[in-house]
T-cell receptor, first 109, second 118 residues
Framework: EIVMTQSPATLSVSLGERATLSCRAS??????LAWFQHKPGQAPRLLIY???TRATGIPARFSGSGSETEFTFTINSLQSEDFAVYYC???????????FGQGTKLEIK | QVELVESGGGVVQPGMSLRLSCVAS????????MHWVRQAPGKGLEWVGV????????QYADSVKGRFSISRDNSKNTLYLQIDSLRGEDTAVYYC???????????WGQGTMITVSS
C-alpha cells in the first residue's frame, strides 16, 4: 500500500504571498500525482494532474512539480478564494490504486 | 452542463443498510469510470471504490471491502453505492466522481451525508 504524506498540516500565509505545500509518497509513483482543492460544503476541485499539468480552467498561479516520491504544489499571489484544504492524490489506472494524502489546510495569516 | 447529483443519505442506525445514488447528466455516462469518495467529519478525503465503464470490474478500499458494493445502470445514467452493516465510522459525506482515465476525477457531485447513530 502506498502512503501519501503531506506537510505541513496547516499553513498560514498572507494575501498576495506564495504558499508551498509538500507531498511525499512511500514509494515511487512516477508522475501519477494530482492536487485537489476542497472547501467546506463544496465538491473537491481538480487543480493539477500528472504532477505538473494544470486542469482545464485552472489559473496559472497554481503550479505543481516533482516526480517519484517528492512533490511540491505552489500557489503564487494568494487570493482570498484560495484558502481551503489541499489534498495530494496518487492515482493509477492499472492496477487500480487511489490514495489521498491527509490534507494541508491553507489559512490566512 | 456536466453534473453529478448524489442522493440517498440520511440518519440510520448501526447495522442497517443504505443505498446511495448518483445521477449523471451532460456527458456520456457509460464512457466513464466512476468512483465513490467519502469524508468523515473533521477528516480528510478517503477513496472508497471504483467501477469500470461496463460495471464488470470493481475495486474497493480495504476499509470497506465486504460491506460496500458499487454498481451502475448505464441506461439510467446512475451510479450506486450499497452499504450494508453500517457502522459509526461510516458517518461521512459521500461523493461520486467521474474519472476520464486520461487524468484523475475531474467532475464531482456535491455529496450526500450519512450519519450512523442509534
Amino acid at each position: 500500500e502506498i502512503v501519501m504524506t503531506q506537510s505541513p498540516a496547516t499553513l498560514s500565509v498572507s494575501l498576495g504571498e506564495r504558499a508551498t505545500l509538500s507531498c511525499r509518497a512511500s514509494q515511487s509513483i512516477s508522475s501519477n500525482l494530482a492536487w485537489f482543492q476542497h472547501k467546506p460544503g463544496q465538491a473537491p476541485r481538480l487543480l493539477i494532474y500528472g504532477a505538473s499539468t494544470r486542469a482545464t480552467g485552472i489559473p496559472a498561479r497554481f503550479s505543481g512539480s516533482g516526480s517519484e516520491t517528492e512533490f511540491t504544489f505552489t500557489i503564487n499571489s494568494l487570493q482570498s478564494e484560495d484558502f481551503a484544504v489541499y489534498y495530494c492524490h496518487h492515482y493509477n489506472n492499472w492496477p487500480p490504486m487511489y490514495t489521498f494524502g491527509q490534507g494541508t489546510k491553507l489559512e490566512i495569516k | 452542463q456536466v453534473e453529478l447529483v448524489e442522493s440517498g443519505g440520511g440518519v440510520v442506525q448501526p447495522g442497517m443498510s443504505l443505498r446511495l445514488s448518483c445521477v449523471a447528466s451532460g456527458f456520456t455516462f457509460s464512457g466513464y469510470v466512476m468512483h465513490w469518495v467519502r469524508q468523515a467529519p473533521g477528516k480528510g478525503l478517503e477513496w472508497v471504490g471504483v467501477i469500470w465503464t461496463d460495471g464488470n470490474y470493481k475495486q474497493y478500499a480495504d476499509s470497506v471491502k465486504g460491506r460496500f458494493s458499487i454498481s451502475r445502470d448505464n441506461s439510467k445514467n446512475t451510479l450506486y453505492l450499497q452499504i450494508d452493516s453500517l457502522r459509526g465510522e461510516d458517518t461521512a459525506v459521500y461523493y461520486c466522481a467521474r474519472d476520464p482515465a486520461t487524468h484523475p476525477c475531474d467532475v464531482w457531485g456535491q455529496g450526500t451525508m450519512i450519519t450512523v447513530s442509534s
